[in-house]
């Protein structure tokens, strides 16, 4: 078996990776062992305040929901149009984000620090603006640039095999036989931020994700690959993806969807077509992940998300596709390091959305979190949209499939859950 990186490295790494990185808000549910950090525990940090601001109608409404010990100023802007949905848009999380009430701390990566330089130095001519000078190991990751204020940004790691990615292409090749010609099926691994943002001398501190990437696509047969790696990298001076979270920012997952939905020959609505929410004081999970640096906490993301215009219906159902309600796709209420869970809600209910496109395609995403940010993006371009995550789904696929009528089906998750060996049998499980 050929190996990208060593194999000791590999082993403590992965049973962290796969829980971290693929959590809204911190909701997963320890799969390899790895005690989760809660979202209470996150929020206590008393040295940053959110703050939501909803663009609409040419004014903000702002609403503290912790209280404030440094500056917090959400952004404004003048779009004037309401989204219309038939659920209110700012309905409270109907169930905790977070269950759990005591944690063990992470186990930490083995790793030597590649610098540890507490002092500012000066950036190499010729280096974009966003790319960091210096970093270092801090409990699980790799911090960038901490001593540079709000350049600060904590990296998710990231191990893997090729033949672990040549496994999860050919579970999907299995779905493609069992659906057939009449649906599309695609697969999107999406890249972590460790795989852009590395200083000089730290370029092979993890497994290279593009290869990686690549190495799935080879071996699909059938299945269109969707290889965002060079998308989002033509935007790395933008806001996509988080400083202190494992998580993308959703104005990522928006190149990301642009790229899939021309890809499925599908209408894609441009940016002006959203409403545009701003919320403040953002500090994810890679605060508890770095041995809580005082630095990560000064310097806190403001979390943006876009709401589609256009008209549509939300429902959820429980894993079995069973017991259905009304919903909203937004949760504007949470805060804190819960930000992420701000569309969907959580991850351990099938969603369904109903909108007035009218193109009779009937899209299937499933997905780790990393898909949620997918969702309303995609509200535009697909007559009806179902959004499946394989941790809590226990209705086979092919009946789901059947049952909804899925013209499409897209694979939508971070890289790490192609090359997780849990993940890979859990979706194979799924099957039928």
């Known amino acids: ?23 809204c808000g911190n909701t997963d549910s320890e799969p390899e062992g790895l005690s989760k950090l809660t979202t209470a525990e996150t929020s206590s940090v008393t040295t940053s305040a959110t703050t939501v601001t909803s663009v609409t109608a040419g004014s903000t409404a702002t609403a503290a929901t912790t209280t404030p010990t440094t500056a917090a100023t959400a952004k404004k802007t003048t779009k004037k149009k309401k989204t219309t949905t038939t659920a209110t848009e700012t309905e409270a999380v109907t169930e905790p984000v977070t269950e759990a009430t005591t944690t063990t701390a992470a186990p930490v990566v083995t790793a030597p620090p590649v610098s540890s330089t507490p002092a500012p130095v000066e950036r190499p001519a010729g280096l974009e603006d966003y790319m960091p000078a210096y970093g270092e190991w801090c409990g699980n990751i790799v911090v960038v640039d901490r001593y540079e204020g709000d350049r600060i940004r904590g990296l998710p790691p990231f191990y893997g095999y090729l033949s672990t990615g040549q496994q999860y292409a050919a579970v999907l090749n299995q779905y493609k036989a069992m659906v057939g010609s009449g649906v599309n099926v695609y697969n999107m691994s999406c890249p972590l931020s460790s795989a852009y943002y590395i200083p000089k001398g730290m370029e092979n501190t993890f497994t290279e994700q593009h290869m990686c990437i690549r190495n799935v696509g080879d071996y699909l047969n059938g299945v269109t ?55 403040t004081g953002y500090l994810g999970s890679l605060y508890n992940y770095s041995g809580n640096i005082q630095e990560l906490a000064d310097h806190p993301d403001t979390f943006t998300y876009y709401k589609p215009k256009n008209s549509y219906t939300t429902r959820y159902y429980d894993g079995y596709f069973q017991n259905g309600y009304d919903g909203s796709l937004f949760f504007d209420s949470v805060s804190g390091a819960g930000c992420y869970c701000s569309f969907l809600g959580s991850d351990d209910k099938i ?33 009806k949209i179902y959004v499946v995550d394989f941790r809590y789904t226990y209705i086979k696929m092919n009946d789901l499939f059947t049952r909804v009528g899925a013209t499409d089906v897209l694979f939508g998750a971070t890289i790490s859950s192609a090359y997780a060996d849990s993940r890979i049998s859990t979706i194979q499980s799924l099957m039928m």
């Open 351 to 383: 969603c369904e959305i109903d909108s007035d496109v009218d193109n009779g395609r009937v899209l299937v995403i499933i997905k780790d979190s990393y898909g949620n940010a997918l969702v309303p993006f995609l509200v535009q371009s697909f007559d």
């Open 225 to 279: 690959n969707i290889d965002i790696y060079d998308t989002l990298a033509a935007h790395l001076g933008e806001y996509i993806y988080s400083r202190t979270d494992h998580h993308w920012q959703p104005l990522g997952a928006y190149y990301a969807a642009q790229q899939f939905a021309a890809a499925a020959g599908v209408p894609f609505a441009d940016l002006s077509q959203y409403d545009k929410v701003f919320k």
């Open 1 to 23: 078996m050929k190996h990208l990186h060593y194999r000791a490295a590999l082993i403590a790494a992965a049973v962290m990776t796969a829980s971290l990185l693929s959590s």
